[in-house]
């Protein structure tokens, strides 16, 4: 048995957490102890595996500030993380043999300092990527901070990513790194919990006659372009006489939580948007559905259209096409390892009306969605198990 310590940020809802859990689960279920460290758990927005007992999960540091002034987010999410490190190493009477962390390689030092443990990096995406520079103060306060993400990944005794194409990026970004070979360890899905028969989408949610409903799922953030999924719509509904407009219907279903800004700005301009292009009758809104709710919307869609471009792997739509629905995603990123254009699902460029004319194919073809749906679940279970996802972690835990 191998005690493993798993430390991440903030224990809410979105892919990074979900991989997590994922990671906890796995090496709980081969026998292995695993305690989560994180410096949010918000039970009321959390995957349920960390609130029902199944994963024990430590919080610390919760009091410790998220922004100053609402600015230095980078900078307070690095403090919260070494702070947990530090209580980790210093404080917790276990002596963990590896723990494994992501997101911030910035408490790596810290667990290394005072840890003999062998560390793992899981490096979802460069950091310093996902933030933007308009201006030279912006740049000056990344500088030192793009420096020691890069210095401080480097330090992991192994570092992971989620898909061949985030290892190219972590090659072209990480210049000084060059000796460092990350492995690839793609999500993957426990297929048990999208194996249950959900309810029917009720009418409040879908309006009765609508049985061509086109599903997004993504956190309300704006690198998410879910604003595009919207304008296709809009195009869609262009290119449809009345009869087909009538049975068509788009889910816009967020991850959502109150204490982020951005997330409650940009749920309000995507209404607004919809209301400009006078779309309001014919789109739903949605922000943070459980799991059973999620699963229902999976299941009883016609297509999920996924529009990040260049995302680092996308486990949504692995989640979609287990769920035997197919997927029209942004040709860039993650999406090109996981969806076979005209097979799968549509790989085009973020253009809405090239989305809108691949999502008209499935009500000029009715059996269009059932025949790729049954092609995506069998890629899927080809290529993202559970358990293979479990066998290929353990051989990187277990040395």
Request: glycine share 6%; with cysteine; hydrophobic share 40%.
């Amino acid at each position: 048995m191998v005690k493993v310590a798993v430390v991440h940020p903030d224990l809410g809802i979105g892919g990074a957490e979900r991989l997590v859990v994922d990671v906890a689960l796995a090496l709980q279920s081969r026998g292995h102890q695993v305690t989560i460290i994180t410096s949010h758990h918000d039970t009321g927005h959390c995957f349920k595996e960390t609130r029902d007992g199944t994963l024990p999960v430590i919080t610390v540091g919760d009091w410790l500030p998220r922004s100053i002034f609402g600015k230095f987010y980078a900078i307070c999410a690095y403090f919260r993380m070494i702070y947990a490190a530090l209580y980790l190493v210093l404080f917790q009477s276990v002596c963990f043999d590896v723990i494994f962390c992501d997101q911030i390689s910035a408490c790596i030092p810290f667990l290394k300092g005072f840890s003999a443990a062998r560390i793992i990096f899981y490096c979802h995406f460069p950091d310093q990527l996902l933030t933007q520079r308009k201006t030279l103060l912006k740049s000056l306060y990344r500088a030192p901070i793009d420096w020691l993400e890069e210095k401080t990944t480097g330090m992991a005794d192994l570092v992971l990513v989620n898909s061949k194409f985030t290892a190219r990026v972590f090659k072209e970004t990480f210049s000084s790194l060059q000796n460092v070979k990350p492995q690839v360890l793609y999500p993957s899905l426990n297929f048990t919990a999208f194996d249950s028969v959900s309810e029917p989408l009720d009418g409040d949610v879908v309006p009765s006659g609508r049985d061509v409903c086109f599903l997004s799922i993504n956190r309300y953030e704006r690198k998410k372009n879910l604003g595009l999924g919207i304008e296709a719509f809009g195009c869609l509904k262009e290119l449809l006489n009345e009869a087909q407009w009538n049975r068509t219907h788009l889910i816009m279903s967020g991850g959502y939580d109150e204490r982020v800004a951005e997330n409650k700005e940009h749920y309000l301009e995507l209404r607004s948007l919809a209301e400009q292009m006078q779309l309001n009758d014919h789109i739903t809104f949605l922000r943070s559905v459980s799991d059973a709710q999620k699963l229902s919307l999976l299941q009883h869609c016609t297509c999920l259209l996924y529009t990040p471009s260049n995302e680092h792997f996308g486990i949504v739509p692995i989640e979609a096409m287990y769920s035997s629905k197919p997927v029209i995603a942004v040709n860039s990123g993650g999406p090109l390892e996981t969806i076979t254009d005209g097979k799968t699902g549509f790989l085009r460029y973020p253009k809405p009306l090239e989305f809108a004319e691949v999502m008209k194919r499935f009500l000029d073809n009715p059996s269009l969605s059932k025949e790729m749906g049954e092609k995506g679940k069998e890629s899927v279970k080809k290529k993202f198990s559970y358990e293979a996802f479990g066998e290929d972690l353990e051989k990187a835990v277990v040395l």
